[in-house]
């Protein structure tokens, strides 16, 4: 075991690395998913297109600035969650009110939603994945190779993110709107919180939360209109095993996912890290349905 440990740390090392920046870009993403299930009781199986919008919002803003890296990322991270909250919004009023937040309806229309955004992406950007240069590029030594400090800048930045949406649910008004809507939407109505607005408001943070994760994530891959649909995936298995509407469960899914995924796929295969997820559902659907940090309802 010794030996093992001494012949193979350093992959060891980066598979650690890699698979904890994974974990927190996920956490950011799942998160969103996470509160629209938990709160509104609806199935968004278009929330990895909000993840395609804000990574090709990125590559814009880049060409706007004359290929600037530093410009462009700073008015990508002002501008990609705002213009795609304001679509979560028009999408909310538009069409989700409209089938009166309906659990089935809801999954078909987000479907709908999925292939539209989708097809509009590819129609105006292009099949071609395109690249988006890092706003700054430089190497932190480790003992046995340098790792790219841009990726531990992602992680860090998801996880003040995530540091900063707690606080807003635990701190602000919304944030207390948030928790009576999820524990019982009627009853908070009668008691004044408007609910529809709430709804809204939870809608476009999940949308604002995962086109934020696409700016971060883009400069490290490149900018594809398919490159929504393993974010939606993974954020799906993390919101499951994590329990819906639960920041604690995201967070230990996401890490459980992420560091498993980077262990795997550095050692063995990418495709089986996959499988092993999956089980991971299957186990937690059967002996947790609620998920690990999910509440049980009667």
């Known amino acids: 075991m010794a030996d093992w440990f001494d012949s193979n740390a350093a992959l060891l090392f980066l598979a650690l690395l890699d698979g904890t920046v994974t974990a927190f870009v996920l956490a950011l993403i799942a998160l969103g998913l996470s509160l629209v299930f938990g709160v509104m009781r609806i199935v968004n199986v278009s929330h990895g297109e909000f993840f395609t919008l804000g990574a090709v919002i990125a590559w814009a803003c880049f060409h706007f600035t004359g290929g600037n890296e530093v410009s462009g990322f700073f008015l990508a991270i002002l501008v990609a969650p705002m213009t795609v909250a304001a679509i979560a919004v028009a999408l909310d009023r538009t069409i989700l009110r409209r089938v009166n937040y309906n659990p089935e309806s809801t999954i078909i229309a987000t479907i709908g939603l999925l292939y539209i955004i989708q097809q509009l992406v590819l129609t105006l950007y292009g099949p071609e994945a395109r690249p988006v240069t890092a706003p700054l590029y430089f190497r932190v030594q480790f003992p046995w190779f340098g790792y790219s400090g841009y990726k531990l800048i992602v992680a860090g930045a998801s996880a003040l ?115 092993l997820a999956t089980l991971m559902v299957a186990a937690v659907l059967v002996f947790k349905p609620s998920g690990l940090f999910g509440e049980e309802h009667a």
């Open 161 to 275: 993110l995530l540091l900063g949406t707690w606080a807003a649910m635990k701190r602000s008004t919304l944030g207390l709107y948030m928790r009576a809507t999820q524990q019982d939407a009627e009853i908070a109505q009668a008691f004044g919180v408007p609910t529809r607005k709430v709804y809204a408001a939870v809608f476009a943070l999940g949308a604002g939360l995962a086109a934020i994760a696409g700016v971060l994530v883009v400069p490290i891959r490149q900018a594809d209109y398919l490159m929504g649909q393993e974010p939606l995936l993974l954020s799906f298995i993390v919101v499951i095993i994590g329990g819906l509407g639960s920041l604690r469960g995201t967070i230990v899914a996401a890490f459980i996912v992420g560091i498993s995924d980077g262990l795997i796929s550095v050692f063995y295969e990418p495709t089986l890290a996959k499988m």
